[in-house]
Nanobody, 121 residues
């Protein structure tokens, strides 16, 4: 059993900042890639940022230069620092992690519960 627990969402004004956290807990051997997705009303879920176990990162073009993804492997936690937030960033943000099972050496994708980020104009 694995849980990804998110925190840090909230309501901010345009230009403000938020820092999202997602901590993995439970039974697993290791975590490969981790990432953040978001889903706005009426839109499909989209990848915002991802980070490999080695620290390589990728960002959606819409957030480059404003968002920073990082991870603390010792804490099994991924972060998303969001600066200069815009109203179009408003969405439910979901963390994602690809975990290697403690037995069988299989990789499974897990999702956090989602946290609301609302940016007012």
């Amino acid at each position: 059993q694995v849980q990804l627990v998110e925190s840090g969402g909230g309501l901010v004004q345009a230009g403000g900042s938020l820092r999202l956290s997602c901590a993995a807990s439970g039974s697993f051997f290791s975590i490969n890639a981790m990432g953040w997705y978001r889903q706005a009303p009426g839109k499909q879920r989209e990848l915002v940022a991802a980070i490999t176990s080695g620290g390589s990162t990728n960002y959606a073009g819409s957030v480059k230069g404003r968002f920073t993804i990082s991870r603390d492997n010792a804490k099994n936690t991924v972060y998303l620092q969001m600066n200069n937030l815009k109203p179009e960033d408003t969405a439910v943000y979901y963390c994602n992690a690809h975990l290697v099972s403690s037995t069988g050496n299989y990789e499974y994708a897990y999702w956090g519960q989602g946290t609301q980020v609302t940016v007012s104009s």
